[in-house]
């Protein structure tokens, strides 16, 4: 049900099933108030091993915090369940507010989702909102939110974790770090055998890839011996992973340059159907509907970075944004 990592420091393993990220690395800090970091979906499943673990553990809930590191559903799922229970939960003011809009097929997030669909192009797929992973997996409720900023502190024990902004995979990620040791609890923003999905968010919050980048760039420049990710292994060489990462969307830049060149003014559809996914479908169309979200989301990121970096102009018609070189 669990593992001791270190001392006072536990891992859960949260599957997700049918899900390419195949599982949650959540963690929890035991000590006079715990800590509890990531919950997984809210299933009937991962709330059973969630509790059951805990219960294990000794965990008094009314004793206990979360902390949710940023907004997607196999972070936040069970949060509501653990709040009923006693639990406080933290999370940083701009996820939570993605969260607080996003409970219904009709709020404004999953609006906004379905209408930067159809901007890129999209219509012909014939996406469904109700098949989204985030929206079908999403907490239906949400309990009170105590907002955390970076420098915001949680101690447990001997452990004393400083709240980070690590924005990018979501515009309001937040880790956690311990200094004195150099433990990072990274949420999804520095994961060892997959790549973290950079997805456009919108104008409002620019370049999502670039602010990522960004952002890995100042985990080099910290003490960091143990990184606790939240998915698959966790990190032993956290720079050899950064230089992957940042090669890895290197060359998915050279990947769109090359056929802006080849195709001219094109869609962001355009460009993710030729692009190379690492996925068992023999082409777009054969592609799970699902991962279509993911896959265009991150192909307009790669765009408004290279718009960001000039080298690309974008113009709009009839509803569908059309990217070409300048």
């Given at each position: 049900?669990?593992?001791?990592?270190?001392?006072?420091?536990?891992?859960?393993?949260?599957p997700?099933?049918?899900?390419?990220l195949?599982?949650?690395?959540?963690?929890?800090?035991?000590?006079?108030?715990s800590?509890?970091?990531?919950?997984?979906?809210d299933?009937?499943?991962n709330?059973t091993?969630?509790?059951?673990?805990?219960?294990?553990?000794?965990?008094?809930?009314?004793?206990?915090?979360?902390?949710?590191?940023?907004?997607?559903?196999?972070?936040t799922?069970?949060?509501?369940?653990?709040?009923?229970?006693?639990?406080?939960?933290?999370?940083?003011?701009?996820?939570?507010?993605?969260?607080?809009?996003?409970?219904?097929?009709?709020?404004?997030?999953?609006?906004h989702?379905?209408?930067?669909?159809?901007?890129?192009?999209?219509?012909?797929?014939?996406?469904?909102?109700?098949l989204?992973?985030?929206?079908?997996?999403?907490?239906?409720?949400?309990?009170?939110?105590?907002?955390?900023?970076?420098?915001?502190?949680?101690?447990?024990g001997?452990?004393?974790?400083?709240?980070?902004?690590?924005?990018?995979?979501?515009?309001?990620l937040?880790a956690?770090?311990?200094?004195?040791?150099?433990?990072?609890?990274?949420?999804?923003?520095l994961?060892?055998?997959?790549?973290?999905?950079?997805?456009f968010?919108?104008?409002?919050?620019g370049?999502?890839?670039g602010?990522?980048?960004?952002?890995?760039?100042?985990?080099?420049?910290?003490?960091?011996?143990?990184?606790f990710s939240?998915h698959?292994?966790?990190?032993?060489?956290?720079?050899?992973?950064?230089?992957?990462?940042?090669?890895?969307?290197?060359e998915?830049?050279?990947?769109?340059?090359k056929?802006l060149?080849?195709?001219?003014p094109s869609?962001?559809?355009?460009?993710?159907?030729?692009?190379?996914?690492?996925?068992?479908?023999?082409?777009?169309?054969?592609?799970?509907?699902?991962?279509?979200?993911?896959?265009?989301?991150?192909?307009?990121?790669?765009?408004?970075?290279?718009k960001?970096?000039g080298?690309?102009?974008?113009?709009?018609?009839?509803?569908?944004?059309y990217?070409?070189?300048?």
């Amino acid at each position: 049900m669990y593992k001791e990592l270190y001392p006072g420091i536990f891992h859960i393993e949260i599957p997700l099933r049918n899900n390419p990220l195949k599982a949650l690395n959540c963690y929890v800090l035991k000590g006079e108030e715990s800590l509890i970091i990531d919950t997984g979906f809210d299933t009937e499943e991962n709330r059973t091993i969630l509790f059951e673990a805990l219960k294990l553990l000794e965990i008094d809930p009314r004793k206990t915090r979360l902390f949710l590191t940023h907004l997607h559903s196999d972070h936040t799922g069970l949060a509501a369940y653990l709040a009923r229970e006693g639990v406080k939960v933290y999370m940083g003011e701009v996820d939570g507010d993605f969260l607080k809009n996003s409970l219904h097929e009709d709020s404004p997030h999953w609006v906004h989702i379905k209408e930067m669909s159809l901007a890129q192009g999209m219509e012909e797929d014939k996406l469904e909102i109700s098949l989204h992973p985030g929206f079908r997996f999403r907490p239906k409720e949400l309990p009170p939110l105590i907002n955390t900023a970076a420098g915001d502190t949680f101690s447990v024990g001997d452990y004393n974790l400083e709240v980070l902004d690590l924005p990018g995979h979501t515009p309001g990620l937040q880790a956690l770090y311990e200094k004195k040791r150099g433990f990072l609890f990274s949420g999804d923003h520095l994961l060892m055998s997959i790549t973290p999905n950079i997805t456009f968010w919108g104008e409002e919050y620019g370049d999502s890839l670039g602010i990522y980048l960004e952002n890995l760039d100042k985990l080099t420049k910290m003490n960091i011996t143990q990184i606790f990710s939240s998915h698959r292994e966790l990190p032993q060489d956290h720079l050899s992973r950064i230089k992957e990462l940042k090669d890895n969307h290197q060359e998915r830049l050279d990947e769109i340059r090359k056929f802006l060149k080849e195709l001219g003014p094109s869609t962001v559809r355009d460009i993710t159907k030729k692009m190379t996914w690492d996925i068992r479908a023999k082409g777009w169309e054969d592609f799970p509907s699902a991962q279509k979200w993911f896959a265009a989301g991150e192909a307009h990121a790669h765009l408004r970075h290279l718009k960001e970096l000039g080298e690309v102009k974008e113009e709009k018609r009839d509803g569908i944004i059309y990217f070409s070189l300048r």
